[in-house]
């Protein structure tokens, strides 16, 4: 399995960046790709999760109503559309992806543990 992160940058406050995984070499009938990000001296927490079981999605408390997190099966990509950005939005961005076995809650989504793969992270700076 392979994960690929892209699309990160510096941006402004209030402005936007999508970024994308892109996920190759695995025939799981169901996993779910989550974005997660860390900050310098954080710990890693999960932003917003795609499941491919029911197509559900989750959202993080800071991120809910600025990002959008969206599948596009042609491409075998999950993508973060990140919209009214904030300084305290600035760090790493990575994507893990988790085999799924049975319904999972959300806060089980969140643990970075629990994943098998994860891409390599992309930078997202947001800074006038």
């Known amino acids: 399995v392979q994960l690929q992160a892209s699309g990160g940058g510096l941006v402004q406050p209030g402005g936007f960046r999508r970024l994308s995984c892109a996920a190759s070499g695995f025939t799981l009938d169901y996993y779910a790709i989550t974005w997660f990000r860390q900050a310098p001296g954080k710990e890693r927490e999960g932003v917003s999760c795609f499941a491919t079981d029911d197509g559900s999605t989750y959202y993080a408390d800071a991120v809910k109503g600025r990002f959008t997190i969206s599948s596009d099966n042609v491409k075998n990509t999950v993508d973060l559309q990140l919209n009214s950005l904030k300084p305290d939005d600035t760090a790493v961005y990575y994507c893990?992806?988790?085999?799924?076995?049975?319904?999972?809650?959300?806060?089980?989504?969140?643990?970075?543990?629990?994943?098998?793969?994860w891409g390599q992270g992309t930078q997202v700076t947001v800074s006038s």
């Open positions: 893990g992806l988790m085999h799924l076995t049975g319904p999972l809650s959300w806060g089980d989504y969140q643990t970075p543990s629990k994943y098998q793969y």
